[in-house]
């Protein structure tokens, strides 16, 4: 597959099939992506992986604390800005809108709504998932660095066929997270991911979100 192809076809998968991914593909997609750029090839990313009972694990855990707190707590890090403008919070929602017309669920039905919303703990189905951290020494620099890192898992993840869905969902119970995975305090939580094979019948993942066009955020100049 050519990076094109890989970038054309990635998207946010949030239905997945329980079909198995073997260790040694999850091997060698980390192996190969921690060859993404890093400013003074610091690699300042840390990855913990997850199959069978220790993800199965990892989402009892989240669910028990979601009965105390539904959405977990207070991630240490702004996900969003906290009074974003626009254009980006009318992107926002509308992706959020199409998401759920794609199973036809409308803005009032909220039970619905959180049902699905609720996969995210469940890394959508997926047979494997990913817990990303990084130091809290580092700066805007190291987390553009983290970022990197985490494409070229997804675009990898499409030359063997599987799909992915980066999940900041995850940040809120970071507090749940460090102490199942005994992540030092060093270091902040900073999103999942789920990966495997898309299940291509759930309706959900037939979302393709849209992309601005190149006059909106690019300037381009020849001349002096």
Request: with cysteine; hydrophobic share 40%.
């Amino acid at each position: 597959m050519k990076v094109s192809e890989a970038l054309a076809t990635r998207k946010s998968i949030r239905a997945f099939r329980p079909d198995p991914v073997p260790r040694e593909i999850i091997e060698e997609i980390l192996v190969a992506s921690a060859r993404a750029p890093s400013g003074g090839n610091l690699q300042p990313w840390k990855v913990h992986v997850l199959f069978g009972a220790a993800k199965d694990e990892l989402v009892r855990r989240t669910k028990e604390q979601m009965k105390i707190n539904p959405r977990g707590g207070t991630p240490e890090y702004h996900i969003y800005p906290p009074d974003l403008t626009e254009p980006y919070a009318t992107r926002r929602f509308r992706v959020g809108e199409q998401m759920y017309a794609t199973m036809g669920i409308p803005r009032e039905d909220r039970a619905r709504r959180l049902q699905q919303f609720v996969k995210n703990w469940e890394f959508f189905g997926a047979p494997v998932g990913m817990i990303f951290s990084i130091d809290r020494q580092m700066q805007e620099g190291q987390w553009a660095d983290l970022g990197g890192f985490l494409q070229s898992i997804m675009l990898l993840a499409r030359e063997y066929g599987l799909h992915t869905c980066p999940q900041e969902a995850w940040a809120p119970f970071h507090e749940v997270i460090r102490a199942y995975l005994n992540v030092p305090k060093e270091e902040i939580i900073f999103c999942g991911m789920a990966v495997g094979y898309a299940d291509e019948t759930a309706p959900v993942n037939t979302l393709v979100s849209e992309r601005a066009p190149l006059a909106e955020w690019c300037v381009v100049r020849e001349d002096a």
